[in-house]
Structure formats: structure tokens, C-alpha cells
């Protein structure tokens, strides 16, 4: 009984590892495999969006749709399996959009009219950044991260002076221009001046007096120029987030060890227990061969 | 009668520091309030401009306003009897946004016409930069204001350029495309340059002929080339002006002490007066308990 | 005759100064009352083009018009007349300028058809930079046109780059969106990529196949993100050409004095004679009072 | 027979310095020359598509295809007979281009339709920047590289959250406004969401319904702020990337000489002998001279 037991846990440790670790051949395959079924899902949702498809192709596209959703439930329970404490998975951020991805469909086949909720399994392709990690993206992307990070206040503080510029000169536009001239009310008014302020400019609607398009010239160069506000920001925070050469270069080269209590990445390639929660580390090579 | 005088006086300190202040849990709440009444009203003031929804609602936002117009009423009394020198305040700039805020309201009770004004209020949304002065926004804040000051000159030498460029390009246009094709006059013809070097681009006037149609490739990329120069200058002028790290956490951990004569934030952790207008300044914690 | 001569010089000395000089009073006066006529006379040609203002108040834009013409004229010839060397004056870039701001009003007076041209005038504006040397604003300018020119091949390279893009896939889009979507040639095409690659947009021309449509959104997000590279040239370029700080205080607080031989500014306080031309420099306070 | 086999060994090689080779007079002129075939081309191939002209000069137009077609095949039969080792250039990306530049117009000489095709030798355009190499040019452009290459993967994720945001918005755009509003499909609701997010702003499509225009708001100040990542990163990137000065002007000075074997650019101006195949280098003065 005992030595059953241990072979499931270590097929449940091999599973672990090729789930959650991108860092073996096995690993990087289930992920390549997730992220084709994630974009074919994808795709399969937007082509049943199109009518005439949807009209010829309806039974193929349903197959594929169920067929993936399956795949998505194993994946999802396996998922739940393979980690000794399965609630800091279901509770997780990747746990519930795991979750979301798959619901719609069982939902559908009950009610219908949900069918549209399935497109929320694009937020599935969040996961596919963890693919990434093979290569040198995690650097760039935790620096990107940091620097968004620092510049959040200023851009706060930014968007706070777009939006009561947007109000004022709205609300000014909405008396100028009128009714008559499509600015129906303060709110489309608003909807107008950002349009205009972010250079974005549809022509839905338009000034027509003369006054209006004065205005108008005033919001557009006032918006030509505060873009440069945001860029600055980002730009000098990007420039002092960016990290030392030779710190990077490490953190590529190593492959992490995934606890699977806690998921944690151990970078310290000497560390056999996970310095986050103690769980002792299960090292692929040596403890596969001695079981 | 010179105990009451000083009850009152004590009443009137420890409403200036929760009016004023925001290092005080009463004055944050204090300014959560007045942020919450700002939105609200601007929220009324929009509803009011949608022709269905004024008429079905139409008493109900009439009363929000009203209530909301008072409380404005009573905050703007209240910030000028709590003020040692009242005029400081209502001759600042606050004081007559503040000011602005409530007449257009009193007004359109006598006159029909010009509730629109009311908009105005959007204004004191700036107020709301005080809450923010809690958190770090303050050197954030300070700091875009320096670099778009330091960057000030030069950006007007920008927009000197643009608007040279547009007056030209815009009489070269009415002269190539002719009324037939919607450049009915050369200051409409700018509109349509300074609409296309912004890249807003409405497309309620677009060039017709092959020659205008080159121009305005040619003002696209000229446009498109040009909106690296603000951005260029901001992002310089911003890496300048940031602030030694050491000088802002200082910043941070202090709490003002607000002078209830002038206005004046005292930084020092230690100072008893102003170090403006010399005024004793009233430490909230040991003044309140020992009257 | 001798002592009229003489006298006559040192008027022309003096109005040399007034004319070329920003840094008296009366150069400054001067510099204004030419901005004031300049911005004056583009409202007027604007107003002209604007038929129902043009039917009404014919009679007094013209004689505006007339006024306005006949002092550059005598603008004109002042500039010409105190200059020592006025071909020098002439066949500047300004006096070429100055002559086509005043010739095609005499022209429209034999010739009707060529009032037009009366816009060209708006070039006029570039002298009104002079006025802004009284101000720090040279030190800056000077600094922008350093950072533009070092930008100069690479914005080049650049824009090569973009107009290649654009003949690529301004053809391929001719091909496959076709005449009956707007797309009625090549050169359409190139417009139509260009509107959409500078993000400007306009609507007049949109594609309406699918593979239309995928191509445009390629484009979009292309220009999206090459406008990433002539910001990142120019602000790299300006950030290098930051002159000293020390440097820019000096040349703030020197009065230029203006050579009335050659044009050249004198920046060095003791000098009696023009670096470039050697002609003797004219020193107001002291040489007006001892002729 | 070996003395003629010299001689035409020696013409091979003067030839490779005038097709290959841009540091010496006739190179130049050389390059000039094919530059203005190819703008000639492209002007053609324009031409033609636009239908009132092709009508009225059908003939002209042809025959000038024709000889530049002509002229162009000449060019790439001489590149391959001057290589030593003809492969190397045939199979090269620029071998390819040359190809594809001069294949269309013979296919199009039996099979017609495939005319149109034409328009690839824009591409030829590509191969323009070998000019350039006689200015300072290389450095930049190899500068802007260097940057480009260094952003590549964070320009990558930046993209992949462009697309995951557009994707996500566009399926909700397509629940809320719906069908009615133009919004007839999830890939055309993704299609209007880039449109929005990169401010291209056309209007063929423009939510109508309230809450659609809110969430049009939100799509534009986001695109308003993100474009700031890729414009931090590549000023990052490419400040870093500046060469040192020092070593841009010796690049500039040297003139490499072009090994007729492997094409490689030998900048040592000792070499003899090539430093990748060791070929013995054509110097130009003294070979020809002593022939």
C-alpha cells in the first residue's frame, strides 16, 4: 500500500514538474500544446461570431469547442491534482481564469444565450507568458513591470488632469456647439473631447461654428503635446528600473525548481527545500532514478 | 466670556486643521466627503444634460442639486470663518473656485439660462490634489510640474513652429483644393492642417485632388515625425528634475503642519510657529487634550 | 557737409539699432509694433477668404490690407538703407522674405488673381524669432536645431523606411481591396497607408475585406510602434546637446552688440570693433552723447 | 590564352569594385544610377494603375518597362558573373530580390495578371541603403539596429498585451453594441478596437449605445498612455546603443575593401588578403595600374 502510494506521488511530483515547470522538454511541450488549444479556441470563437461562418461550419465548430473544453477540464483538474495544497491553486488568479475558460461551455449546454462568455478564455492566454520564461523574457518583463510600477502615481496624477480637462472643455463644447451640431449632451460632449484629445478622431462627430473648431484646434495640440507627458514618465522610469547586466545573465541561465506546495521558484541551484514554505524540492534527475 | 472666546477659538482650530489638513483621520474623511459630493454633482450635472433622462428625473436631480449646492455653501462659509485672515483664502484661487461653484446655482434660481455654469464646478475637482498629499503623490506631482515648467520655453517655441507651419500649409491648401472640395476658407483650411498634423484626423474634410493629397502625406509624416520633439524635450527636462531618493522619503513620513493664518505647510517636526507668518501653529495631539 | 554727413551716419547708426537691435527699448517697441503688423495682416488675408465676411466688410480690409503693405514697404527700405552693405540685407533669407511679404499686394494691384499669394506672407512670422532672443529663448532654440540636426540622417534613414513600408503595402492593399472599396490605384493606396500608418486616420478611404481589414491592423500597430523611433532619436539626441548651464547664464545676460556693417552680434562686452569684419562697433550710450 | 584569361580576370574584378564596391567614383555612380532606375520603375508601375493615365500613355509607359526590365537583368547577370562564387549572391536575400525585381515582367509577357506584381521591386528600394554607406550613414543605421534588436523581446510582450486587450475588448465591444451598430463580428469589433487603441480613429465604425462609448474611452486613454512602452523602451535601448564617438570616425574614414568572393568588407587598410576566406583583395590604384 505504502509503496503504491509513493509511486503516485512521484507520478504526481513528474506531473507537477511538467505542468507548472517550463524548464523540461516534457514541460515546454504541455505549455506549446495549452497555448495552440488556447489560439485554436480562440479562433474557433471568432469564426462562429462571423454569421455565414457559423451558418455552413456550425457542427465543426461545436465539435472543436467541446473537444477543447475537455482537454481544458483534464488540464484543469490535473492541475488541481498535482499540487499538495490544491486551494492556493482554485484560489489563484490563473486557478479562476482556468476555471471561467471551461464553465461557459458546461453553462451553455444548459442555458443558452452564455454562449458569448466564452471568449472570456482569452484571458487564458495570460498564462502563456509563463512559456516565456525559457527564455530571457523574464527580465524584461519584471523591468517593464517595475517601471510601470514607479510610474503609476505620476500617470495617475496625469489621467486625473486629462479627465477634468476633458470635463471643462466638454461641458464648454456642449454650450458652443449644440444639439444641432451632435453635441446631444455633456457626457457625448466628454466622449467627443477625448476622442479629439487623444488624437483618436473618428468624425462621428464634428465642430461646426467656428468657435467650436477653434476649440477643437486648442484640445487637439493640447493633446499633440501632453502625450508627452506619459512618455517621459515611462521612459525615465524604464531607464532607471533597467537591471545590471550581470544579474540577468544569471537569472537566465538558471532554471527554477517549482515547489509543489506552494508553487514558489528556487533559484538557488544548490537549494534542495523550498526557501518559502520548507517543502523539500523534488530534483528531476537524481530522485527519478532512485525512487 | 474670554473662556467661551477661547472654547471657540479651540472649536475653530480643530475645524481648520480638519478642514485644511489631511494628515488627520477626521480630515481625510472631511476631504473623501467633499470628493465624493464633487463627483456626485458632476454626475448630476450630466444627467441634467440628457433630454430623457431630465425628464423623467427631473425633481429628483433639481433636489440632489439643491443639497448638494448647500453643503457647498456651508463648506465655503466654513473655510472662511476658520481662516484667522478669511480674504488670504477667498482671493486664493481655491477660494474663488469654491466661490464659482455655488453661485451659478443661486443664480439660475433668478435667472433661467444659466444653469449651465454649473459645469464650472468641475474646477474644484482640482481641489482633490490635497487628499493626494498623503500619499507620495506630492513629489510626483511637484516634479511634473518643474519638468513641464523648465520645459515650458521650448515647448512654446514648438508650437510657435506648428502653428507657422499650419498657416502656411493651410493657405497653400485652400488655394490647391479650392471650396469645392470643403476648404471654403483658409481658416478652415488650418482646421483641416492642425486636424491632420495632430493625426486626429476627423475625415469630415479630406483632400480630393492628387496634389492635395501629396501635401497632406506630407504634413501626416511631418506630423508624425514632429510629436517626437515635446516628447523628447518633457522626457529630458523630467530625467533632470527628479528628486534625490534620500529627500523624498523625508518628505513622505512628514505630516505638515497647516499655519491657520496663511495656509503655509510647516515640514519641520519641530516648529511651534510658522516659519512664514510666525503665527503659533496648533499641534493637533497635545493642544487638543490640554485646553 | 561734412558735419550733415556725419550726423546723417549717426541717425543711421541709431535707426540701426532700433531696426536690427533687440536690446533697447525702442528695438524692442520696434520688434513689437512688427509682430503686431504681422499677426494683423495674416487675420486680415484670413478674413478675405471667408466669403460672407469678405461681402460684408470688403472696403475696410482692404484699406487694411493697404496700410499694413505700405509700412513693410517702409519697413523695407529702412532695413535696406541702414545697413552699410545692403545687399548683404537683400539677399538674405529675411530680405527675400520681407520682399515677398510686400510684392504681391503691388502685384494684385495690375495683376488680379495673384492676391493669393498675399499669404506668403505668413513666412514674415519666422522674423518675429528675433524678438524672442531678448528672452532665453535662443539659448534653446539653438539647442532644439542641434538636437534636430544630429537627428537629421537618422530621421532620414527613418522616413526611408517608412516610405518603402508604404509603397509595399499601399501596393499590395491596391491589390487586394480593389477599386470598388476606394482603393482605386496605387498612388490612393500609398495615400490611404500613410493615413493609417501616421495614425491619423481620416475614414475617407477604409478597407472592407477581411484580409483588408488584417492588413490594416498590421499597419496600425506598426505605426504605432515605429513612432517609438524618431522620439527615442530626438530625445537621445537632445539629451546630449544640453548646453552647460554655466555657458547659457552668460550668454543670457550679454546684450549682443550688432554689427551694421555685416550683421554679426557681438557678444563680447569690450569689444569696440566687429570680430567677423573689423568695421568699428556702435556703442549707444557713449558714442550718441560725444559725436 | 592564360593573358587573356588575366585580362578578363582583371575586368571581372574592376567590374566587382563598380557593381559591389560604393568608395569609388564609378561604384558611386554606379549605385546613382540604379537608384534612379528604380524610382523611375516604381513611378511607372504607379503610373499605370491609375486608370485615365494608363489609357492615354499605355505604350510610353510599357516601353519604358521594358528597358528598365532590361537594363535591371543586365545588372543581375553581371552581379553573378563578377562573384567568384555566383551562389553566394544568387542565394542571398538581395540575389533574391534582384530576381523577383525583373521575373514578373517576362511572366507577365505570357501570362497576363500577374502584372501587378511589379510593385516588388519596391523592395529593390532596400538595397538603396548600400549608397548611404558613403555617409555616416552605416553608423547610425547599424545604431538603429542594435536598438531595435535590443527592444525586439520587450517590444514582443508589449504586442502580446496589445493583442490580448484588443481581443478581450473586442469580443465585449461585440456583446454590447451588437450587430445593429456595426459591430457585426469579433474579429471586426477587434479590428474597431486596434483602430481605437492606436488612435487611428476611423469612423466607419463608432459605438453608438452609452456604455459602448465609455468603454471607447477607456480603449483610448489606454492607447494614449501605452504608447509611451514602446517609446520608453526604444530611447532606452538606443541611448545605451550610442557608439563611442572615437571609433564612428575611423569607420567613416576607412573604405572597405569588398572581397569579390565572399562579399566581405575588409575595413583594415593593410589587407592584402581577405580576413574571412582569405582571398587576395583587388587593390584597385595599384593592380589596375600594373596589370
Known sequence: ???????????????????????????????????????????????????????????????????????????????????KNPW????????IIDLVAILPMYLSYFVTGTHVLATVRSLRLLRVFRIMKLMRFIGEASQLRTALKASRTKIAVFLYAVLIISVVIGSLMFVIEGEENGFT??????????????????????????????????????????????????TVEYAKSRPQESDKTILQEESPKICNQCNTENYNTKARYCYHCGNPLFLPERDVREP
Open 1 to 83: 500500500m505504502k509503496e503504491t502510494k509513493s509511486r503516485y506521488e512521484i507520478w504526481k511530483q513528474k506531473a507537477h514538474i511538467v505542468i507548472y515547470g517550463t524548464n523540461t522538454p516534457a514541460g515546454r511541450w504541455f505549455d506549446i500544446c495549452i497555448l495552440i488549444l488556447i489560439l485554436l479556441s480562440i479562433l474557433v470563437v471568432m469564426l462562429e461570431s462571423v454569421e455565414e461562418i457559423d451558418r455552413k461550419y456550425h457542427d465543426i465548430l461545436l465539435i472543436t469547442e467541446w473537444i477543447i473544453t475537455i482537454l481544458f477540464t483534464i488540464e484543469y483538474f490535473m492541475r488541481i491534482i498535482t499540487m
Open 88 to 95: 492556493k491553486y482554485i484560489l489563484s488568479f490563473y486557478g
Open 185 to 234: 449632451s455633456i457626457p457625448r460632449s466628454i466622449y467627443w473631447t477625448i476622442v479629439t484629445l487623444t488624437t483618436v478622431g473618428y468624425g462621428d462627430i464634428a465642430p461646426q461654428t467656428e468657435l467650436g473648431q477653434f476649440i477643437a484646434v486648442f484640445i487637439m495640440i493640447l493633446g499633440y503635446g501632453i502625450i508627452a507627458v506619459p512618455t517621459g514618465i515611462v
